[in-house]
């Protein structure tokens, strides 16, 4: 006969096609050590609400210690009987401390805030472990920036040539975001940082204990205002996996122009050997696996986050077992990121940029077009003429098969007389780069000042 956590009121035990539905330690288990953590300091609250005597405190600190023991070394596992993890440590407790000391544990306490407690636990530890993780991914770009200060590429928009800009600019405009997304956990973590325990199943505990005394041993900022909101609420849940799905995003995009980059078309990049992956029939191939491993499971970490809002959506109030499905998502984000983001890092930090390459092709397809432009109305002529001259300038350039810089002055004085010989100033690509020298341009100064402030954002998150 099957025992559960609730068998009083039932004459038999659940049918086996149930068990293995309702079952979830094959998933929550991981949260092992964190039912532990809470039940020690849910045993003291009960001691100090004179409903465990002093011995009994002891005796019961000393089996989870003994238990949690058991759980790490492998010793304790989860039985074809435990429905949850909640249930396979009481089970533990009972056959340590035996069933009479066992069975007083779980006065005044619920699997609904249990659960809702452990996850917050769960995912307060593990946004640092990721937070960490992608810092070490941004200073990957800070340093390949900062090893190229002089380095120009083509800037692009359409993914059409559109104006030269410094590799640096180009690789910290891919850290910010991703420093965001680690500000994003940063900040998420005020709202983790409330427990919900002692919200009992849903109308909090009748037996006088404290709930705040159990968030500040468990190292919670502070416990809920609301007992049907601590146990029927997975914002916070939904949060996490938005962040998770963002830094995939951001990842991808990122993956994307290494994808590009890598081709022999482009030839900005050559990846490393410890980086990426051959095929088992051309010899030839060298292939940017982690790039593109990475593009691929943004779309799962986007499935995590959607698939737990889905099981969110018009949940009515309280707990429900919909609830059970709250910690797949977000365990398996938390998965695919620590998995991916040592390996997205290793990646970037070795990537062989070919600035000769991008250094010639940066200025090329008259990504210099808009200085012209921006130099007839330093001449004083308004920017809508200045555009149409340029523009002609451009056709006239096209239609021979050459660049800008390869105009006559007397093609460009035919064009128009606002246009002399000076123009040619402003030619080339570091002419074009170094104009751009105001705060967040491209400009080489400006640039040196946004990595000493990419570096501070770094180090105080
Ligand atoms: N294992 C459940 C969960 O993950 C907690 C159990 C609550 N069960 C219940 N019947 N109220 O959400």
């Keep these: ?219 919670f900022v502070d416990s809920v205002e609301n007992s049907i909101d601590g146990t029927a609420s997975r914002d916070v849940f939904a949060e996490y996996a938005f962040v998770a799905a963002m830094i995939g995003v951001d990842l991808s995009r990122l993956s994307e122009e290494i994808i590009l980059w890598a081709t022999k078309e482009f030839s900005f990049v050559t990846l490393d050997d410890a980086f990426s992956t051959g095929s088992s029939i051309m010899p030839q191939k060298k292939n940017p696996d982690v790039a593109e491993l990475t593009r691929g499971k943004s779309g799962r970490l986007i499935g995590d986050l959607t698939g737990l809002l889905a099981t969110l959506k018009a949940m009515p109030l309280a707990y429900n077992r919909d609830l059970q499905e709250d910690k797949e998502p977000v365990f398996d984000a938390t998965d695919t990121l620590e998995l991916l983001l040592p390996a997205f890092t290793g990646m970037v930090s070795t990537l062989v940029f070919d600035v000769e390459r991008m250094e010639h092709l940066a200025p090329r397809g008259f990504a210099l077009a808009t200085d012209v432009a921006e130099w007839l109305v330093r001449e004083g002529v308004p920017f809508r003429v200045a555009h149409e001259l340029s523009g002609e300038a451009v056709r006239l350039a096209e239609g021979r098969g050459v660049e800008l810089w390869d105009l006559t002055d007397d093609d460009y004085a035919g064009i128009s007389e606002h246009f002399t010989p000076a123009v040619r100033d402003v030619l080339t690509t570091h002419g074009s780069i170094d104009s751009r020298s105001a705060k967040g341009g491209t400009a080489r100064s400006a640039v040196a000042r946004q990595l000493e402030n990419a570096r501070t954002e770094a180090a105080r998150l």
């Design 1 to 219: 006969e099957r025992v559960a956590l609730w068998g009083g009121r039932f004459a038999t035990g659940p049918a086996d096609a149930l068990a293995q539905l309702s079952k979830s330690t094959d998933f929550d288990w991981r949260l092992a050590r964190y039912d532990l953590a809470a039940s020690r300091a849910h045993a003291r609250v009960l001691s100090r609400a004179g409903l465990l005597g002093e011995g009994d405190l002891t005796g019961m600190i000393e089996a989870l210690d003994e238990l949690e023991r058991r759980v790490v070394a492998g010793e304790f596992l989860p039985a074809q009987d435990d429905e949850d993890v909640h249930s396979a440590m009481e089970r533990g407790l009972m056959e340590i401390a035996g069933p009479e000391l066992g069975g007083r544990l779980r006065a005044g306490r619920s699997r609904n805030d249990q659960i809702a407690t452990f996850g917050r636990m769960y995912l307060r530890d593990h946004s640092r472990v990721v937070a960490g993780l992608l810092l070490d991914t941004v200073e990957a770009l800070i340093a390949q920036a900062a090893s190229h200060p002089e380095a120009s590429m083509p800037g692009r928009t359409h993914l059409q040539h559109a104006q030269p800009v410094l590799l640096a600019h180009h690789l910290l405009a891919h850290a910010w975001p991703l420093l965001r997304d680690v500000a994003r956990l940063v900040d998420l973590d005020q709202r983790l940082a409330v427990s919900p325990y002692g919200s009992g199943a849903l109308a909090g505990s009748s037996l006088g204990l404290d709930p705040q005394a159990v968030a500040e041993e468990l190292g």
